[in-house]
């Protein structure tokens, strides 16, 4: 009797799992959500980020209160004009983000906005841009050449520590 009841619950758990298979969970396209106060950003399958809106984005950190987006699926990251800072630990560990686009809008770079995203080779940093946070590009591994912009007043702490690759620097 036992027997047959652990046979019987292993055979439902097993159809169980094979009809898991044959019908896959249905997932969105797009993840979205919140990232400061008039601030929205969505993530396709393709792996672009994009943010919108008029602000500042919110200032996140490493372990309590992360970016909203799991960071491993960023390739591209859309900044759209209207939004005002890149916050604190935005993009921290994006490590397979290639490109960036930054608008004129953004007037500051927070601290390890860009810390370990080790695909990263270049940013365009505009001039509106007057603050740099401390370990903004900390980790940027393949990071290869930078210009700073005359706008730029204030360059934090290790802003470029362990970018292995940095040829050039333009300030």
């Known amino acids: ?99 960036i686009s930054v608008p004129n809008s953004v007037t500051s770079i927070g601290t390890q906005a860009f810390r370990f995203c080790s695909n990263l080779e270049s940013i365009n940093i505009p001039d509106s841009v007057t603050r740099i946070g401390n370990y903004a590009f900390f980790g940027c591994s393949r990071l290869e050449s930078i210009t700073i912009p005359d706008s730029v007043t204030y360059i934090g702490d290790n802003v470029f520590s362990s970018c292995n690759s940095i040829t050039s620097i333009n300030v």
């Open 1 to 99: 009797m036992m027997k047959e009841r652990i046979i019987s619950l292993f055979l439902t758990f097993a159809f169980i799992i094979c009809l898991l298979n044959v019908f896959p969970v249905i997932t969105n396209a797009t993840s979205s959500g919140t990232c400061g106060d008039s601030l929205a950003w969505t993530l396709d399958d393709e792996g672009t980020l994009t943010i919108s809106g008029v602000g500042d984005m919110y200032n996140y950190g490493i372990v309590e209160n992360r970016a909203p987006w799991k960071s491993s699926n960023i390739q591209e990251v859309v900044i759209q004009n209207g939004v005002t800072n890149i916050g604190d630990f935005m993009f921290w560990g994006c490590d397979n983000l290639e490109s």
